[in-house]
Each structure stands twice: as structure tokens, then as C-alpha cells.
């Protein structure tokens, strides 16, 4: 089928956006960089840079100095690839299978091993610069402790040796054991660039930082530990424009279930925004959105699958079509939602970006 570029379908303008700062995500990359003291900071841009989008995320991590990134999956280094050259790519869950590794190969993004298995797999293929993660006490991905001596491990090239820690963003006392582990750890693996610590890891202070550190949820707006709070700037919310107004008499009630009750006559804005573009039913009386004007505007009844009510009689100026900007700051939103704030920035995803 030929686009017509004249198609309506080409254009048709979205009613909902995700607003994206990105003098903000720059900042909170320099901010975690700075935290990171001696050690440079990297960037996880797993998970779409975590709902924000690598389309938009990468040019500005670029910008602001950032030099290596990690992914999930081998299907995100490609986009990545789009921005950043393969060799500042690592993809965590490693060579799987042979299509991996010859994708590693080709491209040369480089996996990172988690296994014997894996290390095999990647020396029979002819080996190369490769990353290795060696599991200190979360037993997620990596290889045990124990294994680090065998001779599968002496044959590898390893660039950025890590481990990754469990309890960052609490005061747990297997914080500590991991560091240690990992120190151990590193004066026994030949690597370049050894890495700890994630975005809370970095808040740990000096001991965690080794050379190479890996944010990600505080560059997109996430605060994990207090010591971030005050350093870490919101980078993300979500827009939709107001698609109708209508009185609400009092007495009245607004949406499903008519969980709200008008005191007196309100005008209410109906903007294009549910639960299914992420905007959790949690906001449901409880959220706020705010006009260009700074009027702070409160969410009245159940948010629904699309739709969302707002009382804006203290904006009597605002038209259908005019843009409201929900209330998204990570931390209260963690809390009104019962979600952590991972959940939160992925949930606000594709559909939300489309705009
Ligand atoms: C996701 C991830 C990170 C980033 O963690 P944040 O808590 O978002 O800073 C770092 N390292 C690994 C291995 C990860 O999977």
C-alpha cells in the first residue's frame, strides 16, 4: 500500500501526549553523574527509556555527556543503535542462542554474560569485547560467585564487569555484603570498567560507585531514596486536551458509580484520558491537573477507561480543545497509586507517547 501523503489517517492529531522535559532528563543526568563521584554514569534505556521513549531520551543522554547504555533485550540495542554506536551498548539478558550471538557479532553491541553456559557459547563463536554479570546475593541473572574461577571465565574479553543489588533503595544490611562481594569479585575478574550500583546505589555513597554507574529511574524522574529527593527532577506527565465542558448542577452526580456529588453548580471539563492510556483509577477524586496558567484543577468522580472529569470552575476561561497537564510527580504518585514509580513511568506508555 503507497501512503498518500495527502491520507487524513497520516495526520490525525492525538487528544492525549506524554510531555517530556528534556533539560530535565539532561540535568538528572549530570545530577547522577556528579553523585556518582569518581565514577562516570551510564544510562539503563531498558523498557523504551522506561515509557519515556529511546526516540527521545537518547539524543538528549547523548547531549548531556552519556556514554554507555543498557538494555534488555537484543530487539532494544537496535533501537538504540539508531542513536549511540554499538560499542556503548550493553544488552543484559545475553547470548541466549546463536541468532544472539551473531547479532552481537555483527553489530557489535555487546551481550552481557550471565552464565557458564553463556560464556561457552560466546568463546565458541569466536568471543570478543563482552560484559559480564556475576550475581552477589539477588539470584536474578549472573553468574554465582563460586563459579567466577572457572576457566570459561578466564577466556573472556570483559569490558564492564557488574553485579547488581537487591535493596538499594533500603537501609538493608545486604547492601553492604553485596559491595563487599563485588569488590572481591573484581580484584579476581581482569575487566575494564567495573559497575554496581543503580540509580539508589549511587545514593549509597563512595564504596558503591567503582568506575561505571547505571541509572535509570532517577534519570526519568524517579526518587528512590530520600537522599535523591531534591536532586531529581520530574521529567515526564501526561497531556490531553479537554474534549468537552458541561455545567454540573448542584446535587448532581459525575461518573461511574456517581462517586462525586456536585455542593454547587461546577464547570467541569472532560478531558481524553483514562486508565487505558495509564492514568490509573487511583487518581479518582484524588488527582490534579494543572492549566497553562498554573490553576490547579481537581479530578471529580471515577476515572474511566478514556475519560477523565475535572472541576475547572476556578479556570472559567478554559475552552474544549485547551491542554491539561496531570499532576505526575513520581513519589506522591507512587503513593496515591500503591504502584511503585517503575510501574508508574512504564505504565505511561504507547499510547500516551502516540500523541
Ligand atoms: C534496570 C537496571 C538498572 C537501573 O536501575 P534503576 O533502579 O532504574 O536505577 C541498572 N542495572 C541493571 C542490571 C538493571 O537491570
Known sequence: MTADPGDPRLSIPSPLRLAFDGEA????????????GGARAGAAV????????????????LGAGCRDFFVAHWSEAAEVMEHAPASSISVLLGPMNDADVQ???????????????????????????????????????????EEIGNSAVAALDVQVLMSHLACADEDSDLNARQQAAFANVAQQ???HAASLANSAGIALGNGYHFDLTRPGLALYGGVPRGELAGEVQQVVAPEA?????????????????ASFTAPADMQVAIVSLGYADGFLRSWSNVGTFTAQDG??????????????????????HLREGDWLRAAYDLPRAAEVSGLSQYELLTLAGARLRRG
Open 103 to 145: 547479532f552481537a557479532k555483527q553489530l557489535g553491541v555487546r551481550p552481557v554474560i550471565n552464565s557458564l553456559d553463556q560464556a561457552r557459547r560466546w568463546t565458541e563463536a569466536g568471543g570478543g569485547a563482552c560484559d559480564l554479570m556475576v550475581d552477589t546475593g539477588m539470584n536474578r541473572l549472573g553468574l554465582r560467585v
Open 25 to 36: 532528563l539532561a540535568a538528572n543526568w549530570r545530577t547522577m553523574d556528579r553523585l556518582s
Open 46 to 61: 531498558k523498557a523504551d527509556a522506561y515509557g519515556v521513549g529511546v526516540d527521545r531520551a537518547m539524543p538528549v543522554l
Open 189 to 191: 575478574v581482569p575487566h
Open 241 to 257: 486536551a479537554i474534549v468537552q465542558i458541561r455545567r454540573l448542577p448542584a446535587g448532581e452526580t459525575i461518573g461511574y458509580g
Open 295 to 316: 490553576a490547579v484543577l481537581p479530578v471529580i468522580g471515577r476515572v474511566s477507561m478514556d475519560l477523565t472529569a475535572i472541576d475547572i470552575t476556578a479556570a472559567p
